[in-house]
C-alpha cells in the first residue's frame, strides 16, 4: 500500500513517547485477520511539561482530522476515536465542527497521566477500571472490545497527514518550558540537541532539566548536547533549584498516578519517596551512601517486575538523578 511506503521511507516514528516506527503499526493491524477495526487518536496529553498535542489542535486540527481520515481509511475503519483529556474540554465545539460524527467519536476521558498509556485508555474507553492490560496482545492485535486497534498520538497522526502530501520533514514538537521561563512549543530536527532547542537564553540561566517527562531524564546542563526525543518535553530548572527538591516533586506526582494494581510500583515508589525524604532530610541519622544504593536497589527491583510501562520506565529518572547529581545528593 502506498502510504505504507511513504511512511516508512519517512522514517516517522510515534511521537507520543514509545517512538515505535509508524508504518510498522499500520501494517499490523492491516495485517490482523479480524476486518473490524477502529483508529484512536491519543489526545490524552496528561504528562508533566508536554503541551505540544494542545498546540495541535490550536494550530493544525485540520491537517490533525486529515490523519485520522487517512488512518482509517487505510486500515479500512469504519470508526475512529478522539481520547480527549477533559483539560481540553474547551476545544469541542471546534474539533466538532471539523470531525464528522458518522466517523469520528470524541471520548473525554478522566485526564489522569495513566489514562494515556495505550491499554489503560482501552480500559477507560470500554467503561472498565482505569489500569492496564497485560501486553501482549499488544493493541494493533487485539485492542478495543478485541478488535485490532491502531493508536497514535496526535502529532503522529498530524505528521503522517504530511507524508502523505509529501509535505513531510523529519522535525517534530518541542514542548519547553521551566522555572520563570515562557512556555512555547519549538519546531526542530527529530535529532536536534536540547541546547540548539532552548536556545542561549534559557541556557544562559539553566542548571538542569527534566527531559521527557516523568518517565525521562534529569540532565545537567553539561549534557544538553544530546537529543530531546521521547515525548519531546524540556522543562529547564534554574541555578537556585536543588536536584533533590525537583526529585521529590516527581516522585509524589508519581505516586498519586500510579494505579495500585501491582506491587513493585505501588509499593516502590512509597519506599523511594520515603528513602529521599531522608535525604532531603539533614539531621538525619542514616548514612547517606546507604539510602542511594536502597534507592537503586528497590528502582531495578521495581524497573524489573513493575506490571505496566509505566512502573517499568519511571525508574530512570531515579537512576539518571543519582548518575549525574551524585555529589550533589551526597553532600
Ligand atoms: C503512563 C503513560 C502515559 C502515556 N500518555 C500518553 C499520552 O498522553 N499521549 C500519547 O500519545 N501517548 C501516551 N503514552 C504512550 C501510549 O501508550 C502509546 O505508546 C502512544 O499513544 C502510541 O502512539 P505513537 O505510536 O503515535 O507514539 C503514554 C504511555 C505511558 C506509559
Ligand atoms: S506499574 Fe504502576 S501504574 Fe503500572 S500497573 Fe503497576 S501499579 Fe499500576
Redesign the pocket.
Known sequence: MEIIKQLKESNL????????P?WQ?WQAVLDAPEKKRFVIC??????PG?FK?EYIINHHLKELILGIELAAETISAPKSYIYL?DKFKKYLPKIKRLASPAKIEIFINTGR?????????LQVLEGKIRWPRIRPPFPAESGLYGYPTL???????YRAHLVSIGKYQPKRFYSVSGEKIKKEIVEANVDAKISEIIGKKNLGQAKFARIGGV?GEFLPKEKFDQPAGSTGAIELYPDRKEIISALIESIKFLKS?SCGKCTPCREGLYRVAENFNRLFDSGSLWDRKDIVNTIKEISDGARESSF???GK?IWRLIESALENFSEELLS
Open positions: 516514528t510515534g511521537l507520543g513517547g514509545a517512538g515505535f509508524t503499526k491519543n489526545l490524552s496529553e496528561g504528562e508536554v498535542d483529556n497521566y495513566l489514562c494515556g498509556e495505550e491499554t489503560t485508555l493508536i497514535n498520538n496526535a502529532e503522529t497522526l518517565t498516578e505496566c510501562p509505566l520506565s
